[in-house]
């Protein structure tokens, strides 16, 4: 019994050195636009239309899993990544990642717009990661998304 507890002790030990390497990172941009509210959720708000004006992002399936809608996104790339929605009300969707390809954990998000005098779109997202270089390759995501939006409209 007592080389049992060693095993057990050394284990948790482990996890939790392995669990202080990771860090957490937060990424948030926003734009404002001159197009209604209405308009530019029509665009963007759908959970898998993201295939339609994210340039990183060539396909987009939905499923059903355990009651929640899960859309899986096919990079330019070829690569896979699923999401599953947490969260929508009104202009405002968060979702999770419950599987990517890259070194990323506990990634949460949200795209939201809030009707001002201009339309405001924010994208938030929050992750951890043991490798630094995750945080740019995220911003890089968000930031192209958000041009992809800006373009859009500006251009009607």
Same mark, same amino acid.
């Given at each position: 019994?007592?080389?049992?507890?060693?095993?057990?002790?050394?284990?948790?030990?482990?996890?939790?050195?392995?669990?202080?390497?990771?860090?957490?990172?937060?990424?948030?941009?926003?734009?404002?636009?001159?197009?209604?509210?209405?308009?530019?959720?029509?665009?963007?708000?759908?959970?898998?239309?993201?295939?339609?004006?994210?340039?990183?992002?060539?396909?987009?399936?939905?499923k059903v899993? /355990? @009651?929640? =809608?899960?859309?899986?996104? %096919?990079?330019?790339?070829?690569?896979? !990544? #699923?999401?599953? *929605?947490?969260?929508? /009300? @009104?202009? =405002?969707?968060?979702?999770? %990642?419950?599987?990517?390809?890259?070194? !990323? #954990?506990?990634? *949460?998000?949200?795209?939201?717009?809030?009707?001002?005098?201009k339309t405001?779109?924010?994208?938030?997202?929050?992750?951890?990661?043991?490798?630094?270089?995750?945080?740019?390759?995220?911003?890089?995501?968000?930031?192209?998304?958000?041009?992809?939006?800006?373009?859009?409209?500006?251009?009607?």
């Amino acid at each position: 019994m007592i080389p049992v507890v060693k095993i057990s002790a050394v284990a948790i030990c482990m996890c939790h050195a392995s669990a202080a390497l990771s860090a957490d990172y937060k990424v948030k941009r926003s734009i404002e636009l001159s197009s209604s509210p209405s308009a530019t959720w029509n665009t963007i708000g759908d959970f898998c239309d993201i295939d339609d004006w994210h340039p990183n992002v060539s396909g987009c399936t939905l499923k059903v899993v /355990d @009651g929640t =809608l899960v859309r899986v996104l %096919t990079t330019g790339a070829g690569n896979k !990544i #699923e999401q599953k *929605r947490v969260y929508q /009300d @009104g202009l =405002l969707y968060s979702y999770t %990642t419950v599987d990517h390809y890259l070194p !990323i #954990e506990y990634y *949460r998000a949200t795209l939201s717009i809030t009707p001002m005098e201009k339309t405001l779109i924010e994208w938030t997202a929050n992750f951890s990661s043991d490798d630094p270089a995750m945080e740019q390759i995220v911003v890089k995501e968000v930031e192209d998304g958000m041009s992809a939006i800006e373009e859009i409209f500006m251009s009607e």
